[in-house]
């Protein structure tokens, strides 16, 4: 009785330990990232072969400008964080932060002008609204449980990021 009693508790320990490693945790490089997302975004905005030609190489520069404004200041805040900062330096970090988001403002205004020689507003509004809800669903996606549908997307967010979707 008491082996059988091991038995059943070794049997439940280690479903147990097998249930918790049951997440997704796919690491996708900047590439396949990129690539997903111009994937989603020429979806949802039911772009042309040209347009998207035309429209990803001005999107992922204007990208990538707006990643290298914004590292300097999210390294200051990090520091600020992980209260490394000497006290007097929260002011540098503050202004920093709030200049990169400026900054960033300013780069996706001046890139929206080449945005509209390309496409027009509809497509550039469409691409908008599914670009805000992209990062979201990648990182629950990639951490949702196995077994619930992992990778699959939700109909609802789907239509909310694409209203002329016709997905019933």
Not at 17 to 31: C, G, I, V, W, Y
Not at 32 to 60: C, G, I, N, S, W
Not at 140 to 160: F, K, L, V
């Amino acid at each position: 009785m008491k082996r059988l009693f091991f038995l059943l508790t070794m049997v439940m320990v280690m479903a147990s330990l097998n249930a918790q490693d049951t997440r997704r945790h796919e690491r996708l490089s900047p590439e396949q990232f990129q690539a997903r997302q111009q994937e989603h975004l020429t979806k949802v905005a039911e772009l042309t072969e040209q347009e998207a030609k035309e429209f990803f190489p001005l999107y992922f520069e204007m990208k990538q400008k707006q990643k290298t404004v914004q590292d300097e200041a999210w390294k200051l805040f990090r520091e600020g964080r992980n209260n490394s900062a000497k006290e007097g330096s929260y002011k540098e970090i503050n202004d920093a932060f709030t200049e990169s988001q400026l900054n960033s403002a300013r780069l996706e205004k001046e890139y929206l002008e080449k945005f509209r020689k390309v496409l027009p507003d509809k497509k550039i509004f469409l691409i908008r609204s599914a670009e805000m809800g992209f990062r979201t669903n990648m990182v629950r996606d990639m951490w949702r449980p196995r077994g619930e549908g992992g990778g699959a997307p939700n109909r609802d967010r789907q239509r909310r990021h694409n209203p002329d979707s016709n997905n019933e």
